[in-house]
């Protein structure tokens, strides 16, 4: 299902705001370590490969979390805004950042071998590891 459709957001306080056009309707969820230890749980994202556009980005704080990530948070409210390769422009944006919550479906989980036992989904997903995660981003 293709969209390209213009989607908006913002964290708490409204300092940030963000648009971008995503290519689906697609929510994945990111058991990794990091991500439960920022978020308090897995991390249910879309993915973009577009440009995201923000405004009031002097309220962006950004952590780099790894040697080919970072990820960016409002440095007034602490709403975790993104996760974002350090190359190749890929973003994970939070989907509960954005407006149109309507049309999302669960459709993968990474770093499936991560996930703690205390918690599933019923929906059948794309289920891919952590390695195999890797190796889609650097092509082996």
Not at 9 to 29: I, N, P, R, W
Not at 58 to 69: G, K, L, P, T, V
Not at 105 to 112: A, R
Request: net charge negative; hydrophobic share 35%.
């Amino acid at each position: 299902m293709q969209s390209n459709i213009e989607h908006r957001g913002s964290c708490l306080c409204g300092e940030v705001q963000l648009l971008t056009h995503l290519d689906s309707h697609h929510v994945a969820v990111c058991h990794c370590s990091l991500c439960r230890k920022w978020g308090g749980g897995p991390l249910f994202a879309v993915e973009s490969q577009n440009e995201v556009d923000f405004r009031g980005a002097e309220h962006i704080a950004i952590f780099s979390s790894s040697e080919w990530a970072e990820r960016g948070f409002c440095k007034q409210c602490g709403t975790h805004l993104f996760y974002r390769l350090k190359e190749g422009g890929h973003y994970a944006i939070p989907v509960g950042l954005l407006e149109d919550n309507g049309q999302w479906q669960l459709e993968e989980q990474i770093f499936i071998e991560q996930k703690p036992a205390f918690y599933s989904f019923s929906q059948a997903t794309r289920d891919l590891t952590g390695e195999e995660v890797f190796a889609q981003h650097t092509g082996n």
